[in-house]
């Protein structure tokens, strides 16, 4: 069998989510199943790092997909005429796009439904695409998969789908993201906050990600204990972030904010390790990756109460309305000066992390991928 799989986000040293979560699966998947040929669609030179086996063949294909036109014209020009030249079986396409124009079995993974949920931020005309065709590729799609229940369910709900066609296949941390001793927290703490003990949020500066909540809280937190802890916050800029640094100059703690912009995966696990919790409070979430990431480190989470977060954290994170500023300074409170509880959920989360396994979701994206080959 020929797959084909859009491989536009695996990009070297850029890795966020979809290409995460494309290179942790299909790692796995060509690696396992050495009878198959697997045929990777590239926008861009690539890195060898992403040819995973023999069995893998790379393609660059024009244009670079990064701009609605070019969505357009890649998906349904660029990989049509490539799933035909190179007689593919199936298309597999990790970040949801696909080909309209090919009569091939195609599989979409769907990460969220956000921009019907939450516009700002969004442009009017990644809006308007969005819109228009994504409800079109559910339709498509030969079968669908979504990274929790509540974005299936969601796909169901504003999509009219057949629950039959959606399965569900989850993120999972990198082994990267493990617990580390004392010796190594300190000198995370060391570089990247000041040699002080630390709250970190992990992610794009982006309005959906309620960052303007999360400085105010912490500013109200510190208020409150006096302490000399700090706010890490890792990721870059996406879109417009004015709000947040208007937040960010009215805050009497603004000192104790550090933003490191992107940083190095290994620097990301370090400080997402050394932590004393992770703060991630957005309004709107398919998964929530950072949640997961915590744990596997066996820090605790608090998180938002909505949308896909309280299936991902379980009873081990800690559930607050992304609406109310105190009750995350709350929450940020109980976890410095309740030692028993701050211990619970450590444990809680160094249970919870076991759910999640990325050979147990390389096999269930493999499973989706054969049925929707069946159906050729």
């Known amino acids: 069998m020929r797959i084909a799989v859009n491989a536009r986000f695996l990009l070297a040293n850029k890795l966020e989510g979809i290409g995460r979560y494309t290179y942790e699966t299909m790692q796995r998947i060509t690696r396992n199943h050495p009878e198959h040929e697997f045929i990777f669609l590239f926008d861009r030179p690539f890195s060898n790092e992403f040819v995973f086996a023999d069995n893998v063949k790379p393609i660059i294909l024009f244009p670079q997909a990064r701009h609605p036109f070019l969505y357009y014209w890649f998906f349904n020009f660029s990989v049509t005429n490539a799933l035909k030249k190179h007689k593919a079986d199936v298309f597999v396409s990790t970040d949801g796009y696909l080909?309209?124009?090919?009569?091939?079995?195609?599989?979409?993974?769907?990460?969220?439904?956000?921009?019907?949920?939450?516009?700002?931020?969004?442009?009017?005309?990644?809006?308007?695409?969005?819109?228009?065709?994504?409800?079109?590729?559910?339709?498509?799609?030969?079968?669908?998969?979504?990274?929790?229940?509540?974005?299936?369910?969601?796909?169901?709900?504003?999509?009219?789908?057949?629950?039959?066609?959606?399965?569900?296949?989850?993120?999972?941390?990198?082994?990267?993201?493990?617990?580390?001793?004392?010796?190594?927290?300190?000198?995370?703490?060391?570089?990247?906050?000041?040699?002080?003990?630390?709250?970190?949020?992990?992610?794009?500066?982006?309005?959906?990600?309620?960052?303007?909540?999360?400085?105010?809280?912490?500013?109200?937190?510190?208020?409150?204990?006096?302490?000399?802890?700090k706010l890490v916050i890792v990721g870059r800029k996406a879109w417009q972030s004015s709000g947040i640094e208007n937040t960010y100059k009215q805050m009497k703690y603004q000192q104790d904010v550090i933003f490191?912009?992107?940083?190095?995966?290994?620097?990301?696990?370090?400080?997402?390790?050394?932590?004393?919790?992770?703060?991630?409070?957005?309004?709107?979430?398919?998964?929530?990756?950072?949640?997961?990431?915590?744990m596997a480190c066996d820090v605790p989470v608090i998180t938002s109460n909505v949308t896909s977060m309280p299936e991902v954290a379980g009873d081990a994170g800690i559930l607050v309305s992304p609406d109310d500023a105190?009750?995350?300074?709350?929450?940020?409170?109980?976890?410095?000066?309740?030692?028993?509880?701050?211990?619970?959920?450590?444990?809680?989360?160094a249970k919870r992390k076991l759910d999640f396994n990325w050979d147990v979701s390389a096999l269930k994206l493999w499973n989706s991928i054969e049925k929707a080959a069946a159906l050729k």
Not at 268 to 290: D, K, N, S, W
Not at 327 to 349: C, G, P, R, W
Request: hydrophobic residues 40%.
């Open 260 to 294: 490191t912009g992107r940083v190095a995966e290994e620097d990301l696990y370090q400080i997402t390790a050394a932590a004393h919790a992770m703060v991630y409070i957005p309004f709107f979430e398919g998964f929530g990756l950072p949640i997961i990431e915590a």
């Open 99 to 229: 080909s309209l124009r090919t009569n091939i079995p195609q599989l979409a993974v769907f990460h969220d439904l956000a921009f019907l949920h939450f516009k700002q931020g969004i442009n009017k005309l990644e809006h308007w695409y969005y819109n228009t065709f994504f409800p079109k590729y559910a339709q498509k799609a030969t079968r669908l998969v979504a990274v929790s229940n509540y974005t299936k369910q969601d796909i169901i709900n504003q999509f009219n789908i057949n629950p039959n066609k959606i399965d569900v296949v989850y993120n999972a941390p990198s082994n990267g993201f493990k617990p580390i001793d004392a010796n190594l927290k300190s000198q995370a703490r060391q570089r990247f906050a000041d040699n002080c003990p630390y709250f970190c949020y992990v992610g794009a500066m982006h309005p959906r990600k309620n960052i303007e909540t999360l400085l105010k809280a912490f500013d109200a937190y510190k208020t409150s204990t006096l302490n000399n802890f």
């Open 326 to 349: 105190n009750q995350v300074t709350e929450a940020m409170i109980k976890l410095t000066n309740d030692k028993d509880f701050y211990e619970q959920k450590k444990i809680a989360s």
